[in-house]
């Protein structure tokens, strides 16, 4: 699968799951968070049916690049859910812009797509030039390169660290890279501003952050996630289709106290998503989890051993499968800047269509099996008697 970006960029207004006493998610969906082709009903933002009487909407006629007629922001404005009606009006212009996006045909989105790709290509000059091509030894600090070197399991096993079944972490980036990396998203996001280029954003539910692939990173990350990922997540993710990656999608978010603080609660579009923290200094903004689950169990309850906080440390990777639920938590202070790299693997999305059970990694479908099993053998033992 290619590692489309959807054009629409922001994200709806989330809900964070709330927990119960046990730590478990009692209520609150994961949302899809993926390709706007990929989108389904938990990440589309929602008008309400009728307008709110009273309200006066804002006017639009002096904002620049807006994708739509000006009086067609104020029209639409009444029926926006409460929380945003007094918003900024970039806000509203990205939750209407997120709605219109799905009448716009397939074929507009993807020009839209490859005129923006090619308007960074001619006019954006990068700063640091040695990020759009993999310089292992830059990259990649030394316990890291080694373990994948060695290739072993046991070499690569000792490197990392399981925080709950199916989050791993490991020490990954050089803090140099991370500090370049850095500064190249902000030189990115200035040009653009100067020239007037809107940002795609990486996903439904970011409103901040850029699509590294578009910058020019595409065959730099293809390349870090078949030579570096591939071997762990074949050890590791084998059933995800871990060991098959051929696609990715490669960005940056970004939050700090006046951008986005919070991720809701969601799942990836990828087998295997890689996420590392590159700074800068930040307090909370934790990834919590709650369990592995398969479309048809995506929304259901989390048992004890699945629920997960973790801090992010700048370097320092997670790998966890894209169908694992989770959500980043409002950072309190400061600023912070995550790479992300949803691994896809076309043959593992292609014989999922053939299968119903998805014990192998779906906690639901597991237990699921684990009763019927254990019913089964229950009549066996009632008929030998
Ligand atoms: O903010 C984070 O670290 C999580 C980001 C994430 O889950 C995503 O982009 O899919
Ligand atoms: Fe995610």
Redesign the pocket.
Known sequence: MAAEVMPSRKRPALQHPHHNANGQVSSGQPRH?GDEADMDAFSIPKLLQSPTSGHKPDQYDDMENLEYPPSLYSGMELYLPGHLLSAPREKKVSFLDRILAKYRPNGERARKHREYRERIRFNYKPLHEELYSLNPDHVFVPGFLNAVKDGSEEALRKIIMEHSPGVYTFNMLEPTFCAKMLDEVQHFENWALEAKVKVMR??T??NYGAVLDDIGMEGMLHELMMGFINPLAGVLFENVGGSTLDAHHG?V?E?SMDRDLD?GF?V?DSEV?L?V?LGKEFDG?E?FFRGVRCDKHVNGESRPEEVLEYS?VPGRA?LHAGRHR???KAITAGQ?T?L?L?CRSSQFREMKKYQRDFSSWCGECLLRRKERRRKLSNAKRQLAA
């Open positions: 968070h990486p996903n539910m970011n960005f978010v939050y991720l969601h990836d998503t996420n923290c903004g990834l992010h997670i989770h959500g980043a912070r995550n992300i949803w």
